[in-house]
């Protein structure tokens, strides 16, 4: 069995920083892409954030280029998105979805519960 989960959000003045996890845990493989999205209050859709490939390169969303980095540490099954100069526009729920190799030993999808993530003076 294999479980994702995110850690890390909290309440922040705007111009703040934070550093979200992803943790992955039971039986893993190897961890392929991993993506970061949001989902502000009121709004059904989920936003893209921050991609990470297992070779390292990353990608951005242009609401988020140049504040966030995403990295991960592939020892501890764990990806980080680090977010800095917050504005109140960035409060959401962030969620991950990881691309796991599991106990089936064929690659699918998982998501983590969210954490949510209150930009606010």
């Known amino acids: 069995q294999v479980q994702l989960g995110e850690s890390g959000g909290g309440l922040v003045q705007p111009g703040g920083s934070l550093r979200l996890s992803c943790a992955a845990s039971?039986?893993?493989?190897?961890?392929?892409?991993v993506t970061w999205y949001r989902q502000a209050p009121g709004k059904e859709e989920r936003e893209l954030v921050a991609?990470?490939?297992?070779?390292?390169?990353?990608n951005y969303a242009d609401s988020v280029k140049g504040r966030s980095t995403i990295s991960r540490d592939n020892a501890k099954n764990t990806i980080y998105l680090q977010m800095n100069s917050l504005k109140p526009e960035d409060t959401a729920v962030y969620y991950c979805?990881?691309?796991?190799?599991?106990?089936?030993?064929?690659?699918?999808?998982?998501w983590g519960k969210g954490t949510l993530v209150t930009v606010s003076s």
């Open positions: 979805k990881a691309n796991i190799r599991g106990p089936t030993y064929t690659y699918r999808d998982y």
């Open positions: 039971g039986s893993i493989f190897s961890i392929n892409v």
């Open positions: 991609t990470i490939c297992s070779g390292g390169s990353t």
